[in-house]
């Protein structure tokens, strides 16, 4: 009988008791201890987790969160309460070691010189951040199976119940899911390129319950909130993703940690998106939302500049009271893993003239904490205050010293401290810290699959570690999570381009397959051959289907043969944005944004974590439909890029008339948005066509330069008068004459090349992606070799151009 049943069985019982008895029933809460003594106290289970006997205020869950808070701090030393206060990956390891090992978990004798198989330790052990540095946060993205896991975390909540006080572990975990530690991680980019509200809140949900269920607390995710990132660049979509995303998690037992604040990532930071505009309004969006939602925990974006373009968040008071103040959080501040600096320190002068290169660690430590953060995250943690000597180390002795020289206001230390206990006890940690792998491998996998709970390292060590295949891990996870991703999978490719309806295939075609990766072209050819022919050469296909993950020798060889061979191309994007020599030199093209690979640390051998084979045979011949949108318009070329203002939206290859329109929209919008055809991209934000749909497009209104020209004119009394009117410019032999009009699409999302002829000469061609039921201004440069009279048509409209 597991332990979890016992403790309800209790429970069961202590309430008839109470109920029988006449007094007031309070409802037991589930408890579990393995080292410590359980205090029965007016017939309900208490961890006596100071081992004194008695009942202490921390200690019972029903008193007041804030009183159990003062009571436990009453109890610690500064070096315990200063401990809680960093957060360093699990044994100081950025990869970790998989399968653990006892250096990993147990060895005290610490720094130890690592042996030769364990090549990411640091020389140091769980135990020793536990007991020596009084760590209880620890980043762990680890790898391994459910009930790998599971042992793994219950371990280490073993080591903190040992303790003095008993203080249980927080785990938190850069990846969104990771009950398949190192196989398989949530796919960021396909939330947002998917736009299924539906499909996204149940994948969340089980990922928050698959997280629980092996003992993380807290997942350092989601960043789609910030501009240019996931849920690309739309701050009314960013904000409802991210509401979705951190209310979902939250609700379903994974707290989040949004982050980076203000922004790191997508197209460019904060610090290096900012126009002359200035924009920070827009940005905001993701963040109200995320802390509108509940999330708990938030991250900086140390190392870059903040509202005050001058020092590191973490430095700026403007941005943390911008976080605190204005916006409100009240929760977990944590700074990235660099706060103080990654090569060297940080560097540069605060609106307050206080040069950053001047100041001790204590000093450092001490502004940010005055700021309000209150956890400091790196990959390992030193004694000493030689900060200078590693940047990218945690320094409490700063922090102790700090606090005992007066250095360091040790109110801020209780601030920091109370908000860390706040989020543990409410969490429910100090009853029971610990999970079921049973549980864990019930919920996570099917019936099929032989994993089994975990008790000591040999057991753990003997455990077979035979899933190398995404075929292996499919078979053995559960039947609904499998059936989600797949879905996701479909739900986030894009159909760019489909010439003649060549997608999807028909049943019984001759393909021939190739890759960037030959060894997944043979997984594709694989899967394919369930519905088509698979054939070895270019001459003996209906139709060539090449996937890339790179614009290299591979593909620009693939075209070249395919047009020699004078088939039609079918061209799979995969995590690689469409652009136009792609769309120009493909008849079908699909742009796919699934990728599942883990976030930090090592992932495990043999699994492919973009689209999976089969799911990708079933796009190609139409089982499946791709049906997710392009979130952040994509750019006509580098040089187009790099004038567009990242800290706003939609302005690629507007001109200043326009970008000026769209800021000005932006800010008078409630929700910071802007139209997404404004521009000129190559592709607009929200296109994305689908299978037996195409476009139906309207030229109109032709619009050719004009001249002002003084004409004499004469009215009805016969008098004459000179009168300013435009007329058509004339054009110059050898340079561009540039025209406007409007290209309407009355259908589904399509694309088309638009052509200006010059009689029967094309002079001009541009391509364009209109989504359906909209549409694009056009401007075309059109350039004229010889003088004279020019009759000019574009699609359905004309003109006549003078040239000289």
Not at 458 to 477: Q, S
Request: with cysteine.
């Amino acid at each position: 009988m597991s332990k979890r049943i016992c403790a309800a069985l209790v429970t069961l019982v202590v309430l008839a008791v109470c109920m029988t008895s006449g007094v007031l029933a309070v409802e037991q809460v589930p408890i579990e201890a393995r080292v410590k003594p359980i205090l029965i106290v007016d017939g309900l289970q208490f961890r006596d987790l100071n081992n004194n006997g008695k009942l202490d205020v921390y200690e019972d869950w029903r008193a007041d969160v804030d009183d159990r808070i003062a009571d436990l701090l009453s109890q610690m030393t500064l070096e315990e309460e200063v401990g809680l206060l960093f957060c360093n990956n699990t044994a100081g390891q950025f990869s970790g070691t998989y399968p653990v090992t006892y250096n990993y978990l147990y060895r005290q004798d610490c720094p130890f010189t690592p042996p030769q198989d364990e090549p990411y330790s640091s020389g140091y052990s769980a135990w020793y951040y536990i007991n020596v540095f009084h760590n209880r946060c620890f980043l762990d993205n680890a790898n391994g199976t459910p009930e790998e896991q599971v042992f793994v975390h219950n371990e280490i909540q073993k080591m903190c119940e040992e303790t003095r006080l008993g203080i249980p572990m927080t785990f938190v975990c850069d990846r969104e899911y990771n009950a398949w530690g190192g196989f398989i991680d949530k796919p960021h980019d396909a939330f947002g390129v998917a736009n299924s509200p539906e499909l996204a809140k149940a994948l969340l949900k089980r990922y928050a319950q698959s997280m629980e269920a092996v003992g993380v607390h807290v997942t350092l995710e989601p960043y789609g909130n910030e501009i240019g990132s996931f849920n690309g660049e739309d701050p009314e979509y960013i904000a409802k993703m991210t509401a979705l995303e951190v209310g979902t998690l939250n609700e379903n037992g994974l707290a989040t940690c949004t982050k980076h604040f203000i922004a790191r990532g997508g197209d460019s930071s904060f610090e290096n998106a900012r126009s002359v505009a200035q924009n920070v309004v827009n940005w905001m969006e993701g963040w109200k939302a995320a802390i509108e939602a509940g999330t708990p925990w938030i991250m900086t974006n140390s190392g870059a500049k903040g509202l005050s373009n001058n020092v590191p968040v973490e430095y700026d008071k403007a941005t943390m009271s911008y976080l605190r103040d204005t916006l409100g959080f009240d929760g977990i501040v944590i700074t990235d893993w660099w706060a103080l600096g990654r090569q060297t320190l940080v560097t540069g002068v605060t609106s307050e003239g206080v040069d950053l290169s001047a100041l001790d660690g204590r000093q450092l430590y001490g502004m940010m904490l005055e700021n309000g953060v209150d956890i400091f995250g790196t990959v390992v943690t030193l004694f000493g205050e030689d900060v200078a000597a590693r940047p990218m180390a945690n320094y409490p002795d700063c922090i102790i010293n700090g606090v005992r020289e007066g250095d360091i206001d040790k109110a801020l230390v209780d601030r920091a401290a109370t908000r860390i206990l706040q989020f543990k006890f409410e969490k429910g940690l100090f009853e029971n810290p610990y999970c079921d792998a049973a549980e864990a491998i019930a919920l996570c996998a099917n019936s099929t699959y032989t994993g089994k709970p975990l008790n000591t390292l040999d057991e753990y060590l003997a455990a077979p570690r035979n899933i190398t295949t995404n075929e292996e891990l499919k078979a053995v996870r559960n039947l609904y999570d499998v059936a989600l991703g797949e879905a996701m999978q479909a739900a986030s490719a894009v159909l760019v381009k489909n010439e003649d309806s060549l997608l999807p295939l028909k049943q019984g075609t001759k393909v021939y397959v190739t890759a960037t990766s030959e060894d997944l072209a043979k997984q594709y050819a694989k899967y394919i051959a369930n519905y088509g022919t698979v054939v070895k050469t270019m001459e003996e296909a209906d139709v060539v289907v090449g996937d890339f993950s790179r614009i290299d020798d591979i593909a620009e060889v693939f075209v070249e043969d395919a047009q020699l061979a004078g088939k039609p191309v079918v061209m799979t994007l995969n995590c690689l944005d469409p652009d136009e020599w792609a769309i120009s030199n493909s008849d079908a093209l699909m742009y796919l944004s699934f990728r599942q690979r883990p976030d930090h640390g090592a992932s495990l051998p043999g699994i492919i974590h973009t689209t999976e084979p089969w799911v990708y045979a079933d796009l190609l011949f139409g089982v499946r439909q791709p049906s997710g949108m392009i979130v952040k318009e994509l750019t006509r070329s580098a040089e187009m890029d790099a004038t567009q203002w990242k800290d706003l939206a939609g302005d690629q290859g507007a001109s200043t008339w326009v970008r000026l329109l769209l800021q000005a929209t932006m800010k008078t919008s409630p929700t910071h948005t802007v139209p997404e055809n404004w521009g000129d991209p190559l592709i607009c934000y929200k296109y994305g066509m689908r299978y037996g749909e195409k476009g139906d497009f309207v030229y109109e209104t032709l619009v050719v330069p004009t001249t002002a020209e003084e004409r004499e004119v004469v009215d009805s009394r016969g008098r004459t008068s000179l009168r300013t009117a435009a007329v058509p410019a004339v054009a110059k032999v050898g340079e561009p004459y540039t025209v406007h009009f409007l290209l309407w699409n009355n259908g589904g999302d399509d694309m088309t090349m638009v052509k200006a002829y010059d009689g029967d000469k094309v002079i001009a061609e541009k391509l364009m992606a209109v989504n359906g039921g909209s549409w694009r201004v056009v401007a075309m440069d059109l350039v004229f070799d010889t003088p004279g009279e020019h009759a000019v048509t574009i699609g359905t409209l004309s003109t006549t151009v003078t040239v000289e």
